[in-house]
């Protein structure tokens, strides 16, 4: 018997490897969460994120956490990425639950602390409550370098009142930043804003930006930010038809975002090379036209978008 065809092989159960691979390009977790008090007659934290990136059927993903640790509540690991879940649903309250046990399961992951911390300021009235402040100091006694705890210690100092404490924490944390960590502008445009707000000089102090634009290749191969080796670890214990499910809706999630709005050419990177992870080589071919036409008459994108491709083996490119 002959051996089947690529799309065929793409449409059975996929090899964790491969999910692991899918995975990494689909999903953009930042390792902190940004929020500031913006102003300060309003008794509420206002977000500065950049939007969310694409996260597929978050909905599936919890329902199968959920199961799965009704079964196996000790389950850090799980409970961290039913904490995650939550949170990219901005359904705080549930998150903190979640963490609150992760911890409970894990309380030497600084992970589960730092992001214990930020679920209850999230959830709260626009504060940092001590029950936060407590999760992040222990998420920093564990690992010191934290940027999540980091953040949300110095903005505790913003709220109290001392802003030229709050900035130069903000400003020790983007030096200690690596570059293109997806938190960076964030901070800085945090670090300039609490800075015009109240008259603090911060002329030459703060680090030029470190962001490049990431070249084709490494967004079509390698460097995308991506699920942590636990969310990873917790997504390898689901049955292999939930594994399949949820990476086939986080794919077809990124395919109607990018129809919605096409003018994302790393996120037409991301879908070719899950498809071609998937070994759905038409559809690949498919998101490589569908990118092409986003970009007409920009040459750079295109020729962008090509050399990827190329790099990921898409059919006629």
Same mark, same amino acid.
């Given at each position: 018997?002959?051996?089947?065809?690529?799309?065929?092989?793409? /449409?059975? /159960?996929?090899?964790? +490897?491969?999910?692991?691979?899918?995975?990494?390009?689909?999903?953009?977790?930042?390792?902190?969460?940004?929020?500031?008090?913006?102003?300060?007659?309003?008794?509420?934290?206002?977000?500065?994120?950049?939007?969310?990136?694409?996260?597929?059927?978050?909905?599936?993903?919890?329902?199968?956490?959920?199961?799965?640790?009704?079964?196996?509540?000790?389950?850090?690991?799980?409970? =961290?990425?039913?904490?995650?879940?939550?949170?990219?649903?901005?359904?705080?309250?549930?998150?903190?639950?979640?963490?609150?046990?992760?911890?409970? /399961?894990?309380?030497?992951?600084?992970?589960?602390?730092?992001?214990?911390?930020?679920?209850?300021?999230?959830?709260?009235?626009?504060?940092?409550?001590?029950?936060?402040?407590?999760?992040?100091?222990?998420?920093?006694?564990?690992?010191?370098?934290? /940027? =999540? !705890? %980091?953040?949300?210690? !110095?903005?505790?100092?913003?709220?109290? @009142?001392?802003?030229?404490?709050?900035?130069?924490?903000?400003?020790?944390?983007l030096k200690d930043t690596p570059a293109g960590a997806p938190w960076e502008e964030n901070v800085r445009r945090t670090i300039q804003q609490v800075a015009?707000?109240?008259?603090?000089?911060?002329?030459? %102090?703060?680090?030029?930006?470190?962001?490049?634009?990431?070249?084709?290749d490494s967004v079509a191969t390698a460097g995308i930010p991506g699920p942590t080796p636990e969310q990873m670890r917790a997504a390898s214990s689901l049955?292999?038809?939930?594994?399949?499910?949820?990476? =086939?809706?986080?794919?077809? +999630?990124?395919?109607? %975002?990018?129809?919605?709005?096409?003018?994302?050419?790393?996120?037409?990177? %991301?879908?070719? =090379?899950?498809?071609?992870? *998937? +070994?759905?080589?038409?559809?690949?071919?498919?998101? *490589?036209?569908?990118?092409?036409?986003a970009f007409a008459g920009d040459t750079a994108k295109q020729q962008r978008l090509s050399e990827a491709a190329k790099t990921l083996g898409v059919p @006629?490119?």
């Amino acid at each position: 018997m002959g051996e089947p065809s690529t799309e065929a092989r793409g /449409a059975t /159960a996929l090899p964790f +490897g491969r999910i692991v691979l899918i995975l990494a390009a689909l999903i953009a977790v930042a390792a902190i969460g940004i929020a500031i008090f913006n102003n300060r007659d309003e008794d509420s934290l206002k977000s500065v994120a950049s939007p969310q990136q694409p996260v597929g059927d978050v909905n599936a993903m919890i329902t199968q956490l959920e199961a799965r640790l009704k079964t196996n509540p000790g389950d850090a690991q799980g409970w =961290r990425m039913l904490g995650w879940s939550y949170y990219r649903m901005e359904r705080f309250p549930e998150a903190v639950a979640a963490y609150r046990k992760a911890v409970a /399961a894990d309380p030497q992951s600084a992970e589960g602390w730092s992001a214990l911390g930020e679920s209850i300021a999230l959830a709260g009235q626009g504060n940092i409550p001590p029950e936060a402040e407590e999760a992040l100091k222990k998420a920093l006694a564990i690992d010191p370098k934290d /940027a =999540r !705890a %980091r953040y949300f210690l !110095a903005v505790k100092k913003d709220l109290a @009142g001392d802003h030229k404490g709050a900035i130069d924490d903000w400003i020790a944390l983007l030096k200690d930043t690596p570059a293109g960590a997806p938190w960076e502008e964030n901070v800085r445009r945090t670090i300039q804003q609490v800075a015009a707000d109240n008259k603090i000089d911060i002329a030459g %102090r703060v680090p030029p930006p470190t962001t490049p634009a990431a070249p084709a290749d490494s967004v079509a191969t390698a460097g995308i930010p991506g699920p942590t080796p636990e969310q990873m670890r917790a997504a390898s214990s689901l049955p292999p038809g939930q594994q399949d499910a949820m990476v =086939r809706d986080m794919v077809n +999630g990124l395919a109607n %975002r990018l129809k919605a709005n096409p003018k994302d050419g790393d996120g037409w990177i %991301r879908l070719m =090379r899950a498809r071609m992870v *998937l +070994g759905e080589t038409s559809a690949a071919k498919q998101a *490589l036209t569908d990118a092409k036409a986003a970009f007409a008459g920009d040459t750079a994108k295109q020729q962008r978008l090509s050399e990827a491709a190329k790099t990921l083996g898409v059919p @006629g490119s």
